[in-house]
């Protein structure tokens, strides 16, 4: 898992390339968790580049979402593959994460943070 970091205004943003799977999971998580550390609670997930996702990295992403409710933050995240998608609509985790098409649509909604180079 290749994970970047670009720091918007406020917010994080987290862009991920590879599986999203029990051994990189664990990766993102300590990634978040650094973030959160340094009282950074505003993370945009950007997985144009996640070619997989399971159970185990669907669960990273709930007790990433959690961490970051319980310090008033917010978690968005766009770009998802239809398949994954699809994932989020069967579990539901759809009506639970903000989800946005592009980055630069979350990004308006966390006030119109400018995306550039």
Do not use: W
Request: proline share 2%; with cysteine.
């Amino acid at each position: 898992m290749d994970i970047k970091c670009v720091e918007r205004g406020t917010v994080t943003q987290l862009t991920l390339t590879g599986k999203l799977d029990l051994m990189n999971a664990v990766e993102v998580k300590e990634t978040v968790k650094t973030l959160l550390g340094r009282d950074r609670t505003m993370i945009h997930i950007d997985m144009k580049g996640v070619d997989f996702i399971n159970s185990s990295g669907l669960g990273a992403m709930v007790s990433m979402l959690k961490e970051i409710r319980i310090r008033q933050g917010r978690l968005t995240l766009s770009n998802l593959a239809p398949y994954i998608v699809e994932i989020f609509d069967i579990t539901q985790l759809s009506n639970v994460f903000e989800i946005y098409d592009t980055v630069e649509e979350a990004m308006v909604s966390y006030g119109g943070i400018a995306v550039g180079p």
